[in-house]
């Protein structure tokens, strides 16, 4: 029974890791812009292509 207790808690301690992490990636601005990198893939080629002529 007390291998339950300690995996709740092993549990709720990464859990507070993790909305700690996510916390402090939302205030640095990682999830600012979300459709420009998706976007750079298209563009990248694009501009490869006009340097190598």
């Known amino acids: 029974m007390s291998i339950i ?3 709740i808690g092993c549990s709720l301690l990464m859990a507070v890791g993790f ?3 996510f916390f402090w990636a939302q205030s640095s601005g990682q999830n600012d812009d979300l ?8 563009l ?9 002529k």
């Open 5 to 7: 207790y300690f995996l």
């Open 19 to 21: 909305l700690i992490a």
């Open 35 to 42: 459709h420009t990198p998706s976007m750079r893939i298209l």
């Open 44 to 52: 990248e080629d694009e501009e490869e292509i006009t340097k190598e």
